[in-house]
Each structure stands twice: as structure tokens, then as C-alpha cells.
């Protein structure tokens, strides 16, 4: 299964949105990495949200980059309401519990 998961700086208020098989792990890396990238600048991150977006990369890929597209913060804060239901483009995404063991 892969996942689009968003991500938050509280420091900096930034938003991120990403696609991964690990969204738990893949946190770590963007808290951790020693590369100059544009998560690194705004650490620490926090996971917000996860969803399940499919069985290919390519399928979360597709909803990422749709998500990114519509360079839009309210959507990101809308995704992440435990009570928003997504419609449309975002229909297929299933909202799964971050928090893991």
C-alpha cells in the first residue's frame, strides 16, 4: 500500500504534503536527512495526516501532486479535520490512524 501523507512545521506554520509505502519512517528522514532540502529547513515536522491512496507508487504520486497543485492551505487544513469527508479527485483516499506501533 503507499500513502499521501501531510506533514506540519509548528515552528515555521508550514504545511508538506508527500507519498510513501512508510509515512512513518519517511517523517524521520525528513527530521533527520543531512541533505539540504526544502523539509530541512523547517524541522521539526509532525505528521497531521495519513491516507491510503493505493497500490502503486504512481496512484499516491497522482494525488500528491493534485493535492500540491492546488497550492491551496485551506485544503490541507480541511484534509486533516478527522471529520472532512473527501469528495471528487480526493474521494479514494482513506483516512488511516497516524499514530502507529
Known amino acids: 500500500m503507499f500513502y499521501v501523507y501531510i506533514i506540519h512545521s509548528e515552528k515555521f506554520d508550514k504545511y508538506y ?28 515536522w509532525e505528521i497531521k495526516a495519513v ?13 500528491e501532486k493534485f493535492i500540491k497543485k492546488q497550492k ?17 479527485k480526493l474521494a479514494q483516499l482513506v483516512r488511516v490512524p497516524h499514530v502507529r506501533d
Do not use: M
Not at 491516507?51 to 494525488?63: H, N, P
Not at 491551496?72 to 471528487?88: A, M, V, W
Open 17 to 44: 504534503v508527500g507519498s510513501s509505502q512508510n509515512p512513518w519512517k519517511r517523517i524521520e528522514k525528513h527530521n533527520t536527512s543531512p541533505f539540504n532540502t526544502f523539509t530541512s529547513k523547517y524541522r521539526p
Open 51 to 63: 491516507f491510503e491512496a493505493g497500490t502503486s507508487r504512481g496512484q499516491a504520486e497522482e494525488i
Open 72 to 88: 491551496s492551505k485551506t485544503i490541507l487544513i480541511k484534509l486533516i479535520d478527522q471529520n472532512f469527508i473527501p469528495n471528487g
